[in-house]
């Protein structure tokens, strides 16, 4: 089956979306599926089986996509959409974030949280409810919604906020490598680990006003954004100095060898995730993990899977990651549980079928 695979964030860049994309795409070439992406992201062309086309003209976009078999969208695109019914193709649409009803797609503002649905608008300045703007951005998000073939939402809880027409649930796939057993690293006690972006919705400053309510916590904070620098005043003020540590980038197996010394990864992650890559890629290495109750996350370490915290604060979250903290043998338990669930759910050679179905309809 020929594929076009339509999506604007493609590796080398680094993301959810381009993990989805990369991990997806290599399977299918595995499978013996002509892979055509077409992207906007930068980067060398890639050699092997999946031939990239990037920045190119409309026409040759078009002409990709008449080509194919299916066409798949990842990401809600309105203008992979428009470009797809223009090549004769209903398109495969995968969701990763709330621009179904949401004009940012994050579905969250310092205001406090949202409450806006496929039904209903919510209260942020920029939802279609008090916006002008906002309004027709996602009425025309909607109408491309009802164009696609197949609406694929990347948890039950993004399907049940956005809703939509011809809708499935799919997970993410994870990383092959994340699933491999990481190098043994001596683990310490009381250590939290956080990987992700420092952004302020990704609820890093949480963390942190957190740990410093932990007697003896440490805290290894991966990653880079436009916070950071705040957070290491943030750091300094909550008089943390030496107990927090900032290690910038690192690659997969970096992180798995932190997360190895670590007694907890932590998710403090104010918006609601579509999805949660952080703790999806921590649940498939084995390791336990608390979050905040956001989006997918409840979703993800339900059934004794994790930690919750009762709300997105930080006494709350200082309490999920003490009883994670304070018992080696819970912190077992809901390691292995997470593993499981992750190895049955998470594995790109379970979720690739579902897809090939889907380009079969």
């Not at 990709?64 to 798949?72: E, I, N, Q």
């Not at 919604?145 to 948890?155: E, L, P």
């Not at 420092?198 to 006003?209: P, Y």
Request: glycine letters at 10%.
């Amino acid at each position: 089956m020929r594929i076009a695979f339509y999506s604007r964030r493609f590796p080398p860049d680094i993301g959810g979306m381009e993990r989805f994309a990369d991990d997806l795409t290599k399977w299918l070439a595995a499978q013996s599926h002509e892979v055509v992406v077409i992207t906007t992201s930068t980067g060398q062309q890639e050699a092997g089986p999946i031939r990239v086309l990037r920045n190119v003209s409309m026409r040759q976009q078009i002409r990709a996509m008449r080509l194919a078999h299916a066409v798949h969208i990842n990401g809600l695109s309105v203008r992979g959409i428009l470009l797809s019914l223009m090549a004769g193709k209903r398109p495969v649409v995968t969701h990763q974030g709330h621009q179904g009803i949401c004009p940012t797609g994050l579905s969250w503002s310092r205001t406090g949280p949202c409450t806006a649905s496929g039904e209903k608008p919510g209260p942020c300045p920029n939802c279609p409810g008090r916006s002008l703007v906002g309004r027709i951005k996602v009425l025309i998000h909607r109408l491309a919604m009802r164009a696609a073939r197949k609406n694929v939402f990347v948890s039950s809880y993004l399907e049940a906020r956005v809703g939509g027409r011809n809708s499935t649930v799919i997970f993410n796939p994870v990383a092959r490598s994340a699933f491999e057993a990481p190098e043994t690293g001596g683990a310490e006690d009381r250590r939290i680990v956080f990987a992700g972006r420092l952004v302020e919705e990704k609820g890093a400053t949480l963390l942190i006003d957190a740990t410093a309510l932990l007697s003896g916590a440490s805290l290894d904070i991966i990653g880079d954004g436009p916070v950071r620098a705040e957070l290491e005043k943030r750091s300094y003020e909550r008089g943390l100095d030496g107990r927090v540590r900032f290690h910038g980038r690192m690659s997969l197996q970096q992180i798995k060898w932190l997360l190895s010394r670590g007694s907890v990864a932590c998710v403090p992650t104010l918006c609601p995730e579509a999805f949660g890559y952080s703790a999806a890629e921590s649940m498939a290495m084995g390791r336990a993990v608390a979050a905040t109750p956001n989006g997918a996350l409840a979703e993800l370490l339900s059934e004794g899977r994790g930690f919750l915290a009762e709300a997105s604060t930080a006494e709350a979250l200082a309490d999920a990651l003490r009883q994670a903290l304070e018992s080696q043998q819970a912190r077992d338990e809901a390691a292995a549980k997470s593993r499981t669930f992750a190895t049955d759910h998470f594995r790109v050679e379970m979720l690739g079928p579902h897809y090939v179905e889907c380009y079969k309809s």
